[in-house]
């Protein structure tokens, strides 16, 4: 028996709605096809709090390669008062470049390509998004929700320990922990092991995850 979707526990917003009602329809053919449906989600506490610690786990050898060879000279060098708040204006524009980034790698495995990726903003939340309409298969979906910290994170810490940048290695370390849902997700997918040979998943339509669609082929 497929698994029941969610009804949904709050209003949803006019875009998610309408992906809502893609999905839904989206849905319908995969069960008329042959899948079952198998919900693969994260509470957002859960995101925040142990996403985080396990983001954070790069972040700790990166800080003591950082300071094992610069020290503290950095210090000095960089105390003019607009140094981190241009950084930090720094870290708020690759908030999006991180949506888009998502959106990039997940398209080349979507049917349509860049016109089955959407982004948007939650003005509660005050947060951008990047989603995908059509199903992945588990390889292209992982590479997409790692490469934004990868590339913003990981990178970046690695870009500031060579050139001892302070402010750059900030950077890199925010937008590793915004990772944080990323790779929970990515640890869930990983974890998650299909009885049928055919799968494919699609990101939830307001909830924070993905939904995996399974049948034998």
Same mark, same amino acid.
């Given at each position: ?13 006019? +875009? ?28 957002? =506490?859960? +995101? ?8 954070? @786990?790069? !972040? @700790? ?5 950082f300071f094992a060879i610069h020290g503290t000279e950095f210090v000095d060098k960089q105390k003019h008062p ?9 870290? &708020? +524009?690759?908030?999006?470049? $991180? ?10 495995? +979507?049917?349509? $390509? ?7 903003? &939650? ?31 990981? !990178? ?5 320990? =060579?050139?001892g940048n302070v402010g750059l290695f900030v950077v890199g370390v925010l937008h590793t922990l915004a990772g ?21 998943? =699609?990101?939830h339509p307001y909830e924070c995850g993905l939904v995996a669609f399974e049948k034998d082929a």
């Amino acid at each position: 028996m497929a698994e029941q979707p969610n009804i949904p526990n709050r209003k949803l917003t006019k +875009a998610e709605q309408e992906r809502y009602d893609a999905f839904l329809k989206r849905e319908e053919k995969l069960l008329e096809a042959g899948y079952k449906r198998k919900d693969i989600i994260i509470s957002i =506490i859960t +995101a925040n709090l142990l996403g985080t610690l396990v983001a954070a @786990i790069p !972040c @700790i050898p990166a800080a003591i390669a950082f300071f094992a060879i610069h020290g503290t000279e950095f210090v000095d060098k960089q105390k003019h008062p607009l140094y981190m708040v241009g950084y930090l204006l720094l870290f &708020v +524009a690759l908030i999006f470049v $991180h949506e888009m980034i998502h959106g990039l790698f997940w398209s080349i495995g +979507a049917e349509n $390509h860049l016109k089955d990726i959407r982004f948007g903003f &939650v003005v509660q939340y005050l947060t951008p998004y990047c989603t995908c309409s059509s199903p992945l298969k588990k390889p292209i979906y992982t590479i997409g929700t790692f490469m934004p910290m990868f590339i913003l994170g990981i !990178c970046v810490m690695i870009v500031s320990i =060579i050139f001892g940048n302070v402010g750059l290695f900030v950077v890199g370390v925010l937008h590793t922990l915004a990772g944080a849902g990323d790779i929970l997700i990515i640890i869930k997918l990983l974890a998650y092991k299909s009885k049928g040979k055919d799968v494919v998943f =699609i990101d939830h339509p307001y909830e924070c995850g993905l939904v995996a669609f399974e049948k034998d082929a």
